[in-house]
């Protein structure tokens, strides 16, 4: 009899209550604050809500395909601020937009079934060739602002993307599009207050907003999991100070990113890619080529402010510390910081950018007039480069200069470090080497990003020697040949023998057969009925996971299936099936793994009346991007090992 793992309460988990409070907890700690004229955190005054764009009520929680994650449910931005104490005066507006997209969800359904009925199930992979795409805006009109009874307008512009819907830099993705544009231009003619809150994945073109008079905000809220109104009702009402900062550059247009033209489909060419940037890829490139970004990496405000002042710094041959001293200079807010320290090594024959992180920290939550010191530290060898001649990774002699900030564009050198001879810091073995490799960007001749008092920095900067013979050098040893595994254990071995301690791992490895071996790395048939192919959803124990692994092996060894479940964001399984009295899934009892293949049609099965109910509710935490915008360790190992458990 199969064992089935999920739940037959269909109830709210002491879990997901769980696991739904850290992803709320952590979404704030990434979310970016990229402009604000004090008209955030919301006080009292401004409960009342003018609520417009895409992602008002069609929040995307993440992305798309092995992205997705099929939770309980999704706390869009409006329900994050009804339940938060808002009053949202425009839902007139949002029911026309639900109107309009679902008029085009019925027609893209329909346009999709036709295509089933005369190609075949092979049509539905236009779920992922041809997403469906919501339409534009609606208008807003002189009747949704005097109904609104508010001088206050939040604008959440949304950006789908993932698995199936790349990106592209045209209007309605990259750009805004007219309707977009008009809206939020309406919008700043007709409210006192306009905030526009930012539910995309990536980065979008920030020109427009920018230059528009009357936007008194712009916040990152990203793609925050399936509680993402929740954490930014938090964010919005200063519960949670926003502490994100940038883990990417956003550059002032579309082709300021080196590879612009040629990526993905720019050149017409979805087979190959050329990475032709080298070393020079984000802030390395807008910082080396002197390309002013709209916000730099690292960049992220606060609803307080911080002073950042370096201190004792601490230099041998093996390691680098920089003590600093962070104060929250603000008088209303407590808040966190992120610090950044950088390195700026020495022109020589070897490429290298104008600056590198090489280390970052983030502080404890400071109230108004509170301090922290940080030691931050790296590796000396972390500052070296690979030089292919050699290969190896090798210092250069020359000054190395250790640089601090909260961002790309706000360092400032702190100490000098002169190397008195080249030292190689690890020897390897150039093993791949490329017959013809592409033409690479080189930084020659190009003067880099600089700024008003560096150069006396420089100079001032307290100097440590560093003795070349002094840094340690490492070999990596490499392996010639796969060793064979051997075991002197005759009888069969079973995992019950490994688990009770008569056999080792490597003892019942040795004796697998080579179809054995085969049966672990192909898994089960897709689908797992009948040998159906269901991509991304093919798993027989538990509905909507990627897959399993083969199930043959319990008979005679006693290795149990593994169920291996794709998705950055969560585990994505199906919320319900049913089963038979055996424990046997009952096909099509379950929903779809990846939204839209229940267009397939699939004929409904027969349930007898002693089938069991079961449930798998997962929970969506934000993004990777997001997590990555926390610049927070503990948040990141929290979200990974213990978000989806």
């Known amino acids: 009899m199969p064992k089935l793992f999920a739940s037959k309460d269909g109830s709210v988990s002491v879990r997901e209550r769980r696991n739904m409070e850290r992803a709320r907890r952590i979404a704030a700690q990434g979310m ?67 109107k309009a997209v679902e008029e085009a969800k019925n027609t893209y359904d329909a346009r999709l079934r036709a295509a089933v009925e005369k190609e075949g199930k092979k049509a539905a992979m236009r779920i992922f060739t041809d997403p469906f795409t919501a339409p534009p805006v609606v208008a807003v009109t002189q009747g949704d602002v005097d109904a609104s009874d508010t001088d206050t307008a939040i604008y959440v512009l949304a950006r789908n993307s993932g698995e199936g819907r790349d990106r592209n830099p045209g209007a309605g993705d990259f750009l805004l599009c007219e309707q977009e544009k008009a809206a939020i231009l309406f919008l700043t003619g007709h409210y006192a207050h306009v905030v526009v809150v930012l539910n995309v994945g990536g980065v979008v073109d920030t020109s427009f907003l920018r230059s528009t008079k009357g936007i008194d905000a712009v916040l990152l809220m990203s793609q925050a999991g399936n509680v993402s109104g929740y954490a930014l009702a938090d964010v ?53 080529f002197n390309v002013a970004p709209a916000y730099p990496f690292g960049y992220g405000l606060s609803y307080t402010t911080f002073a950042i002042q370096a201190g004792k710094v601490c230099v ?154 002094k840094i340690p050098c490492s070999r990596v040893q490499y392996s010639t040949a796969n060793e064979e595994i051997k075991t002197s254990k005759s009888q069969k071995l079973t995992m019950d023998d490994v688990r009770e301690g008569r056999a080792l791992l490597e003892d019942l490895t040795a004796q697998l057969t080579v179809e054995e071996m085969a ?16 991509i991304g959803a093919a798993s027989t124990l538990c509905p909507g996971a990627a897959g399993d692994t083969t199930p043959r092996m319990t008979q005679g060894r006693n290795i149990r299936n593994i169920v291996l479940a794709d998705g950055p964001a969560g585990l994505r399984l199906s919320r319900h099936f049913m089963a038979d009295r055996d424990g046997n899934v009952i096909p099509g009892t379950d929903e779809a793994g990846i ?36 610049w927070d360790v503990e948040a990141l190992e929290e979200a990974d090992r213990k978000s989806v458990v």
């Open 595 to 630: 939204p839209g293949m229940e267009l397939l049609g699939m004929p409904k099965p027969e349930i007898p009346k002693d089938a069991t109910d079961y449930y798998q509710y997962c929970t969506a935490i934000p993004i990777a991007t997001l997590l990555a915008q926390t």
């Open 32 to 98: 970016v604050l990229l402009e604000n004229n004090g008209i955030l955190p919301f006080l009292d005054h401004a409960r009342k809500i003018a609520l417009f764009g895409n992602g008002a009520r069609h929040t995307v929680k993440g992305g798309t395909g092995s992205g997705d994650v099929n939770s309980r449910f999704v706390v869009n931005v409006e329900q994050g601020l009804l339940e938060a104490g808002f009053v949202v005066t425009t839902k007139d507006w949002l029911d026309r937009y639900d």
């Open 236 to 288: 919005l009402l200063g519960k949670e100070n926003p502490s994100g900062h940038l883990a990417s550059t956003w550059a002032e247009a579309y082709g300021d990113y080196p590879s612009a033209l040629t990526f993905g489909h720019m050149n017409k060419n979805l087979d190959d890619e050329y990475y032709t940037e080298g070393i020079y890829v984000g802030y390395r490139y807008f910082d080396t």
């Open 316 to 469: 041998d041959e093996k390691r680098v510390a920089v003590e600093v001293t962070v104060q929250n200079t603000g008088t209303k807010f407590s808040g966190r910081e992120v610090v950044q320290v950088y390195y700026s090594a020495p022109n020589g024959r070897l490429e290298k950018p104008y600056q590198e992180l090489c280390a970052y920290a983030k502080t404890k939550k400071l109230g108004p007039g509170e301090s922290q010191t940080l030691t931050l530290s790296y590796p000396v060898a972390d500052m070296a480069s690979y030089d292919e001649s050699q290969a190896a990774y090798v210092l250069e002699a020359g000054t190395y200069y250790v640089r601090v900030g909260s961002d790309s564009r706000s360092t400032h050198v702190v100490a000098a470090l002169e190397l008195d001879r080249e030292a190689v810091t690890q020897r390897l073995r150039n093993c791949l080497v490329p017959d013809d490799g592409p033409e690479v960007l080189l930084a020659k001749g190009i003067v880099p990003y600089g700024y008003a008092g560096e150069k006396a920095e420089m100079e001032a900067a307290e100097r440590f020697l560093l003795c070349s013979d």
């Open 519 to 534: 049966c672990l790395c192909v898994g089960t048939a897709r689908g797992g009925f009948g040998g159906d192919s269901v």
